[in-house]
């Protein structure tokens, strides 16, 4: 039996959890350095930065989505940006990855968001022809630029 | 002689004839519907799920740049995301891209935001090595998704 709720405070534990885990399945496990205390402030404080839901099955947590908004300038309205999906291994086949898709396909048209939008990896074949199989299009043209680290500390003293 | 500002309520009809005429240069003017009432409401009421500055040339509007905030779970912060960059075709050449572009970068860092991230068609070379020499890296392996229109709202009501 599956369950989808928005987290609260006292999931941060979980949520880092689940990030850490999303972490290791891309290689990258020393790159998830946010702490419990990042979340707190920035997601469960006055104006949050970002939104998360659980899916428990059977009352037990095995998986999340992280997301935040974007906004259309076409549009005039925001989209909903889903950063971070993830299910535990020993929950996959149980259709709950899809379950948390449509729950916030759900939460954008509720919120009256004009989009709903995430990334993946190019390579994942089987992910891009599932996601299309529920309506979604890949932005084929769109290449994604990002400045980071010491090179936007550079970029920043650039500035006048 | 350049200045760059952050917007107000007053620029919204400035900032609709940047939206629209950079819809125009992409060769989708009718996708551009956004209203003065959606920006207001958006952009310049309590909690903006946006932000925008305006470059003047010698007092004169001569561009924008649109950007709002995402959130990296690894990093724990948010990052700054641009949206729209536009300058108008008579003022280019005197390196305001550029100058947003830096002054964007130094709020990035003056906000503790972790990153700094736009999107460009694949077929802008030019503009893509500029980035480049900016410091800004491209994200080639990650392909964006989008669901939109009728498909999001039969998505949405696929949800249980």
Known sequence: ??????????????????????????????????????LRRDGFASN???????????????????????????????????????????????????????YLAKTAVAEGCGRFQWQVLDWNTSAIDFYKSLGAKTLNEWLTMRVEGEALERMAAMAK
Chains 1, 2 share one sequence.
């Open 1 to 38: 039996m599956l369950t989808i709720r928005a987290a609260t405070e006292s999931d941060i534990p979980l949520i880092l959890d689940f990030i850490r885990a999303l972490a290791e399945y891309e290689r990258e496990p020393q790159a998830a350095v946010a702490t419990a205390e990042d």
């Open 48 to 102: 949050p930065k970002f939104r998360c839901v659980i899916a428990e099955w059977e009352g037990r947590p095995a998986g999340f989505a992280f997301y935040f908004y974007n906004y259309s300038t076409w549009q005039g309205r925001p989209g909903l940006y889903l950063e971070d999906l993830f299910v535990k291994p020993e929950f996959r086949g149980k259709g709950i990855g899809k379950a948390l898709l449509l």
